[in-house]
């Protein structure tokens, strides 16, 4: 038997582990052969207390299941803290403990179809609880499944290639929802950068980080979203990581966070944050966050040392908890003996094609930024897709040179009309107004 409490909030926010907004205490829950047994208490508690352990550190708190509520053998399989669902009911065909709130709870059970228009990211596919119905994917009419953390892990274990794309708003959210083949997408801080006109990644603040992970949340359904926790906001106390980490998923609604380095202090940020639960993405290599320290954007890995450093790095990210880690702008034979020594995803960036997978920033594949001081600024390594910057370009000097030249807006695109007689009676009131 596993007995584990939950903490619940008394205001329960989007993305919060509450009933429609129905406010508990703790609710202590026993899994043991065949049932789930719930009881309400008067404590508050967030605690897992018990024997339980995670088999794999790398995919803590992705969920739990309770094998007996699905049929199987007794016992408890996965994770225990992310226990959230979007869809379907909470507690299925599992057993009710003796509660004397049993009854409202019980009308509380569906929440999710009165609560369907929450845009919050962070909610397992599948938990013992159901999982969330995704937003079918542009021009499909089917629903698409969750991207999780289990989901990455699994495609890994199949040396499927995982594709992971950066979004910072609405729009660039969507195109990525209705392209089936991202697994993932990372609200990143080099949205400092491409969106805020920076020249480095530093300015960027957790407050704006949180506004730009909302807006990728509502736009981007179905696969896994990670934010990067920005430079500034994590980096003096575990404490302070861990408070930033659950602001992002709590305010940003994000699945994961991704952290830069692996000193022993942004390692120990990774610790805390995992030992909360929350899914971690390490980041070694070029880490732009730190160019104060390295001297600019450097790529590394280019001698022994550095090469070693990189994989070193990698690995004591792995072990302090993080599922998947970010190789960038490291030469691609270091990259591939990296992954080759890891039990985890490697993404690579400006590092070969034998990571697990790869991402590019949205701006820079799809060439929106171009102009012609755009090639000194984009990345060597980034193939551009798409040129969008120039089709872009050509559309607003047309709409410019149409409005000097007085044929925007022609009759088609000035729908609106008056009624019979009403311009004659407009005609009439201005004459009586002397104008």
Known sequence: MATFSFLWANQPQRGDFGFGGLGLGALSSSLSSGSVSLSVSGSLSCRFASSHSCASRHHRCSDVRASGVRGGSSGVQG???????????????SSWGASQQQPQLQQQRSFASSSSSSSSSNFPESTVYGGPIANPVDGGGGAAPRVTVRTVAAKYKKHEKLVMMTAY???????????????????????????????????????????HSRAVVRGAKRPLIIGDLPFGSFETTPSDAVRAAVRMLKEGNVDAVKIEGSSDARLAAVSAISDAGIAVMGHVGLTPQSISAIGGFRPTG???????????????LQDAGCFAVVLECV?????RAVTERLSIPTIGIGAGVHTSGQVLVFHDLLGIAQHPHHATVTPRFCKQYAQAGIVIAEGLAQYASEVKQAEFPSDKYSPYKMGDGAMDEFQKLLAERGE
């Open 331 to 335: 030469p691609a034979s270091v990259a």
């Open 169 to 211: 708003d609405y729009p660039s959210a969507r195109l990525c929802d209705a392209t089936p083949d991202i697994d993932m997408v990372l609200v990143g801080d080099s949205v400092a950068m491409v969106v805020h006109g920076h020249d480095t990644t530093l300015p960027i603040t957790l407050d704006e980080m949180i506004v």
């Open 79 to 93: 994770c225990c803290s992310r226990l959230v669902s979007r869809g379907g009911s909470y507690f299925g065909r």
């Open 302 to 316: 280019r001698t022994a040392e550095e090469a070693i450093s990189v994989l070193d790095g990698a690995k004591r």
